[in-house]
Structures are given as C-alpha cells and as structure tokens.
C-alpha cells in the first residue's frame, strides 16, 4: 500500500505520531449550510483520525444519499472513497471490507438513508458485525429533500409548516444492539468532546461501530416543537459517563479509581474509561442498555455515550474464515479453484 508523502512541517507546525499535518486529514470545502450538525460531526471525524495518526490512504469513506452522505467529501481528500445509491452503503461496504480487511472503513449515512429506503441493508450490516464504524448523522428528516420527517422524528414532533409527527421513532441504537453491533454509541454534534472520544475508540475497535449522532438541520428542522434541533438538544441529553480514551501508542498504564470509572480494553490494546456521570453503567451489560434507551425515551431524555461494546465478538470476517492478506491482493493461484478440483466438484454433482 502506498504512503502519503508530505514535505517536511515548518518549525512549531502541529504534526501527529506519523509526521502528517491536520490538512492531510481534511477534504474539500464543505457545501452544507452554515451550522449544519453534519459539518461538526466532520471536524470531529478529521480530529480524531489527525490525533489517532491514521494513515489516510488505509481508509475507505464510504456513504448513500443525503446531506450527510455529502460529508466524506469533506475529510481525508487522500482516501478511498465510495459515495453510493440511497440506502445502499452498507451492501458497498460489505464487498470493500470483505475484499481488503487492512481498510479502515467509515461510512456516513442519515437518519432517513439508514431508517427509511435503508433499513434492511442496515439490519443485515449489524447482525455481521462487519469490521466498520457505521455513523448516522440525525437530524430527524430529510434535510436534502427539504425536510420531511424520517423515521427517526419523534412521536408529536413539529415540522416547520406545523404539520405534527404520528409516528413513533424508530430508535437504531436500540435495533443496532438488538441486532448485533459490538460498539453502540449515541452523541450529540454540540457536545464535540465526546464524540471525538467515541470516534477515537471506534476506529480502535474491530467489528460494527453504530455511532448515531444527532446532528440538527439549521435549515429545516431547528425550530420550536422539534425534537431535533440544538435547544432541545442540549436541554435532554443525559451523558452516561465521562468518556475518554487512551490509544495503545500513548502510556495505557493511566490511573483511575475502578470505584467511579470502568475500562475497557480494545482490540488494540486501547482503553476505554468511562467515568461515571449520571448512573453507574455497565457498557459491556446488552439488557441493561436496551432498558436504558427505554427508560430514559420514556423520560423524554437522550442518554448519551458509550451504550454497549463487547470488544472480543467475532467479527463477520472472523465468521466467514477470510485469510490476513486482503483477498483483492491475493494471485489466481490462490482464489481460483484448480482444474482438477473443479472436475471433482462437478463429479460430485452426477
Ligand atoms: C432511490 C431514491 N429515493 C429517494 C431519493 C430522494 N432523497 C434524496 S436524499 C433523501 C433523504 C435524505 O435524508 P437523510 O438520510 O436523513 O439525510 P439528510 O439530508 O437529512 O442528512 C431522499 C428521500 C433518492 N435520492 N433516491
Ligand atoms: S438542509 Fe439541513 S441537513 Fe442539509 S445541509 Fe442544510 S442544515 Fe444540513
Ligand atoms: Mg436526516
């Protein structure tokens, strides 16, 4: 695999443990409206890539349609792209991870791209566990059409034209973790620290990272009555716990007081430590975090954080028994079944 080549940083430049500098982690400039959720959800993307010193040619951005499948093309110019049909990411996604398993893959999709056209390419993502992080910028609508309610608007949600929501929401962390997924985190675009922090400790994890983070659309769903937009917001969200994150390269030996705070190790030999907040949580507990989405929607809240990861799950890769070297690197010789083996397969079938 090739490596970005940079000229050297002038003195005092900020460069992270690969040598590159922030702008090798942006892309181009964003086409959203100003103060859109989405392009705070990317600034995050960019910081926590920057920090973690990803290689950006090892990543694959991939997306549907929507305003927020517009945003890969706003960080990490030198990766990989894919942006494809509405609803259709997680299928894309499938083939590009299956096919180089050394890809960091990172997909951007909307509420109404993943719980509406997408939500059965959606389920079937989650229940393999596929090796990604799988982010949902929420806004509650259609921000691209015009902002009609997606399947995520809360029951008695006002649209701008005073039309009232009927439907209840469909809550895709609930139905991420239900599924499969082994990391399952809801965020807020408002609240930049934790998210850098959860988007960090994704991309450290192996196996499905559901993010959804909600994300409001200044234009079309910001107002009185939304239950999307960035007062209501900050007035329901119920942080979990304080969520920081220690990369394998720094020194994981941190103390903390296992009283108040419960680490994780990933994969990579990362940790996670979450401090305490509201509750005492246990992120590695399913059936504790599915009541905890009930009880706190019950609540009218949004709990925020790290809901539910189990770092050693399987993941679909692991299931289908795929080689280390990435299968798209791999000769004829070893993907294609010889002569002879072919005849006895076709034997086998008289
Ligand atoms: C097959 C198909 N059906 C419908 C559309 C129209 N369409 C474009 S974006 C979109 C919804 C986008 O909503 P969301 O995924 O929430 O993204 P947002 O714009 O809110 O970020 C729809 C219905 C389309 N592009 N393709
Ligand atoms: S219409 Fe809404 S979702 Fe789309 S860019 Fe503007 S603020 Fe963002
Ligand atoms: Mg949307």
Redesign the pocket.
Known sequence: MSTTVQPPPAPGKRINRIGLEPIAYRGSKTT??AG?G?NAITERIIDAFFELGVEPTQVIKLSGIG?SSKSPAYFLNSAHGFNSVHGRMPSVSTGAVVANRKMIAIGISGDGDTGAIGIGQFVHLMRRNLPMIYVIED?GCY??TKGQFSPTADLGSKLKTGVINDLPPIDTCALAIELGASFVARSFSGDPKQLKAILKAAISHRGTCMIDVLSP????NDHEGSTKSYSYAKDHEEPLSDVSFVPFFEDINVEYDPGTTTAVTLHNGSKLLLSKLAEDYNPTDKVNALRLLHESSGRDEFATGILYVEPDKPDFLDLLGIVDEPLAFLDESRTRPSRAVLDEVMESFR
Do not use: S
Request: net charge neutral.
């Open positions: 959203l409206c859109c989405h305003c806004n921000g691209l659309c200044v234009t079309f």
